[in-house]
T-cell receptor, first 116, second 112 residues
Framework: DPKIIQKPKYLVAVTGSEKILICEQY?????MYWYRQSAKKPLEFMFS???????DNQTASSRFQPQSSKKNHLDLQITALKPDDSATYFC???????????????FGSGTRLTVL | QEKVQQSPESLIVPEGAMVSLNCSFSDSASQSIWWYQQHPGKGPKALISIFSNGNKKEGRLTVYLNRASLHVSLHIKDSQPSDSAVYLCAVSYVGDNSKLIWGLGTSLVVNP
């Protein structure tokens, strides 16, 4: 059984629209993250949350807004979608936010977003 | 800006071969180095990590870290077709362990 559930698996959107990517983790972890993977680019860190609190934001655009309604949920709202936003978005979690040493990250299977 | 570079880009080997994957990083202030495996349509899965200079072995995997040369390698012994995947190197840095810097990966195909 997958321990980190991402919905939907595939998403097609039109330019200018808004979408929400869903992530739920059932590992009992306290830290959650969003990463983005685009073609020919390395996996890119976007956000980290610890105990439902935003800890780090490395996205340059305010069009990307994480939302944590419950401890094990971290959704990603993307507004005013652009074709450049096309990528696979991965949710991840770890027991704690990295302290003296980095924690093992556990990833979901991703949401593949295509913006036309 | 920290950078992580992996080589080769792709590799095709016969079943049972020893596989060697390389990763170079740009900053000696790195903390831990991780290797993740990613199958098509799936998220990355952690395989092994190393912090101290030297080597670490887990099952068929051995990782070697040389901080002086800013280089880490992953060796897979007795490779299996199920090992076919993309292998990602990721580095965490002092003061920012929550954020990993990733390489582009090495695509491995193990032919039966």
């Amino acid at each position: 059984d997958p321990k980190i559930i991402q919905k939907p698996k595939y998403l097609v959107a039109v330019t200018g629209s808004e979408k929400i990517l869903i992530c739920e983790q059932y590992l009992g972890h306290n830290a959650m993250y969003w990463y983005r993977q685009s073609a020919k680019k390395p996996l890119e860190f976007m956000f980290s949350y610890s105990y439902q609190k935003l800890m780090d934001n490395q996205t340059a655009s305010s069009r990307f807004q994480p939302q944590s309604s419950k401890k094990n949920h971290l959704d990603l709202q993307i507004t005013a979608l652009k074709p450049d936003d096309s990528a696979t978005y991965f949710c991840a979690s770890s027991q704690q936010l990295g302290g003296r040493s980095a924690e093992t990250l556990y990833f979901g299977s991703g949401t593949r977003l295509t913006v036309l | 800006q920290e950078k992580v570079q992996q080589s080769p880009e792709s590799l095709i080997v016969p079943e049972g071969a020893m596989v060697s994957l390389n990763c170079s990083f740009s900053d000696s202030a790195s903390q831990s180095i991780w290797w993740y495996q990613q199958h098509p349509g799936k998220g990355p899965k952690a395989l092994i990590s190393i912090f101290s200079n030297g080597n670490k072995k887990e099952g068929r995997l051995t990782v070697y870290l040389n901080r002086a040369s800013l280089h880490v390698s992953l060796h897979i012994k007795d490779s299996q077709p199920s090992d076919s995947a993309v292998y990602l190197c990721a580095v965490s840095y002092v003061g920012d362990n929550s954020k990993l810097i990733w390489g582009l990966g090495t695509s491995l195909v193990v032919n039966p």
